[in-house]
């Protein structure tokens, strides 16, 4: 499969009405702070229930059509703040042929976790515990890249010349089949890069079907 190229993201532009693209992404202004080591939000996070920048996977794109709280970039169709790295991006994926405002998020992204947290203290069985799946170690220059699946979020780590191993990012679904887990763990296999920001890009209905 052809390797999913990245978009840049440029001016961002308020999203109006029809001018939706086809497939959409959302982010709010006011961010927020996920906790990841903290028990009560990773039971949130690991059943589906995380709310990020007021987005839930499940929302409809419309919900944000009108509300001056986020921005779009028409030409990556997705909207979010001005500096990506300050809010969560919300996804609407191989929805191509769905009318704009039918579409729905289909997960959400948070590029820049507020600490560095250790993977070693995450896999503690007390907060997410062993993953479905790892993807790693693949080498980035001086450091690793890993990634940890789990059914409704999906952690990515970076290790460090130092052997330290350090959360870069994650991505929230909300309760995907199996089918759609295993074609999401082919995705990021075929397509993982040493930053995180890869995850970003919407994808498309017929590179889905090809997964």
């Known amino acids: 499969m052809n390797k999913f190229v990245i978009s840049t993201l440029a001016t961002t532009i308020l999203l109006a009405g029809s001018g939706v693209g086809q497939s959409e992404a959302a982010t709010v202004k006011n961010t927020t702070i996920i906790g990841y080591a903290g028990k009560d939000q990773a039971k949130k996070i690991l059943n589906g229930y995380l709310k990020f920048d007021g987005m839930s996977v499940g929302d409809t794109v419309s919900k944000f059509s009108y509300n001056n709280n986020y921005i779009t970039d ?44 250790s993977r070693n203290n995450l896999l503690n069985k007390k907060l997410y515990g062993k993953p479905l ?41 909300k309760n995907p089949s199996t089918k759609s887990q295993l074609k999401w763990q082919d995705y990021v296999r075929y397509n993982a890069e040493c930053s995180i920001m890869w995850t970003r890009d919407v994808i498309d209905k017929y590179t889905w079907n090809s997964l």
Do not use: H
């Open 74 to 117: 028409q030409d990556t169709r997705i909207m979010t703040t001005k500096d990506e790295l300050e809010g969560g991006i919300g996804i609407a994926d191989y929805q191509d042929n769905v009318a704009p405002n039918k579409q729905k998020i289909t997960r959400i992204i948070d590029l820049n976790p507020s600490k560095d947290y």
């Open 133 to 173: 799946k790892t993807f790693g170690p693949k080498e980035c220059g001086n450091s690793d890249i890993y990634v940890d699946f789990y059914k409704n979020v999906t952690l990515f780590y970076k290790r460090d010349y130092n052997k330290v191993t350090t959360l870069q990012g994650a991505v929230f679904f």
